[in-house]
């Protein structure tokens, strides 16, 4: 590693650091949700309310110098109450464009599925494509330009399920989970007085992180990496619990996750490990299960850890 990406590793380590001070016990979704900045991915969080969801990506933002920009999630949101909308200048004669709260470097959408399709799509153009269609006019995104969307598991009335088109465009879908008893009275015990957060310095400026973005891109990939992420890919198009495998945007996407994920732990080369570990992560949300696994119980995760755990592993000698 250069002394410069040895700085950078420095930084990396102090927005941990941050996430540590306000957040309790959730190291590895810190790392996955880094993770996926990094790789310029986007974060499905699906967890009840209360799980320290939007308080992660406050965190993130404040550490990161970043814009921050809230999205509460509505049916009777509007796709301009998200990419903008053009207003009448009686001075200049003239409409103005006045952009919506996507226009943020990192954006909560919370509760993404209680919104209709037409308004979900707004959103999910700007994930895939870094750019905003409003009046016939194309519109780039800011950057960096960071994505984490919630959704509650718990209740269906009156939602709307993103559709698997829309799922494949998070680079991961992540659950927070329930503290410990131990990492819930430290948490009663950091907010008896004040918040961590409202102390809480930036530690990156914008420039640092779309340096460590390209510098993460350059991760070494061996060919018998590789191919282990193509393996477990068409591994899924052929289980017989799945109905609908991972499409081809899931490998390039394991790809990126890997990537960066290396790079975070100090390494210019991803590791089958690397691919190994993430591979719940960034693909689970890919498939649909066949209605007899369902029914058995199975889980989408569960089905991946069993294809991760029967598929082959390169080794040190499968390398030249």
């Known amino acids: 590693m250069s002394e410069i990406s040895a700085v950078n590793h ?16 959730k190291e590895e979704i810190a ?18 309310p209360g799980m320290g969801k939007t308080m992660l990506v406050r965190t993130l933002a ?20 998200v990419t903008g909308v053009s207003i009448y200048n009686p001075k200049t004669l003239e409409f103005e464009f006045r952009k919506g709260p996507i226009f943020g470097n990192i954006v909560l959408a919370d509760e993404i599925n209680r919104t209709s399709p037409k308004t979900q799509s707004a959103l999910l153009e700007g994930m895939e494509e870094n750019s905003i269609t409003a009046d016939g006019t194309t519109l780039q995104l800011e950057q960096p330009f960071f994505v984490m969307a919630t959704q509650n598991p718990i209740e269906y009335e009156g939602t709307y399920p993103l559709p698997e088109a829309q799922l494949d465009r998070f680079l991961m879908k992540l659950n927070m989970g329930y503290p410990t008893m131990a ?7 950091r907010i008896a007085t004040h918040h961590p957060i409202e102390s809480l310095q930036a530690v990156m400026t914008q420039t640092e992180l779309l340096a460590l973005q390209e510098e993460a891109e350059s991760v070494y990939v061996d060919r018998n990496v590789s191919q282990y992420i193509i393996q477990l890919v068409r591994s899924t198009r052929e289980h017989p619990a ?25 390494r210019d080369y ?6 190994k570990y993430l591979a719940p992560f960034v693909l689970s ?16 995760q569960q089905v991946i850890k069993d294809i ?9 000698k499968d390398f030249g």
């Open 10 to 25: 420095k930084k990396i380590d102090k927005v941990f650091e941050n996430i540590h001070k306000v957040m309790v016990g």
């Open 31 to 48: 790392v996955l949700s880094m993770t996926a900045l990094l790789a310029k991915g986007h974060v499905l969080l699906e967890d009840v």
């Open 62 to 81: 404040k550490s990161l110098d970043c814009d921050f920009k809230r999205i509460q999630f509505t049916p009777d949101l509007l796709p301009s109450d």
């Open 183 to 189: 990492e819930e009275m430290e948490m009663l015990e």
């Open 242 to 266: 799945i109905f609908l495998g991972v499409s081809p945007r899931g490998a390039i996407s394991l790809m990126k996750a890997a990537k960066a994920f290396a790079f975070i732990h100090g």
């Open 270 to 275: 991803v590791l089958p490990d690397d691919v």
């Open 285 to 300: 949300h890919r498939i649909i299960l066949q209605a007899e696994a369902r029914y058995d119980g199975k889980s989408n």
């Open 308 to 316: 991760v755990q029967n598929a082959y592993i390169p080794t040190r």
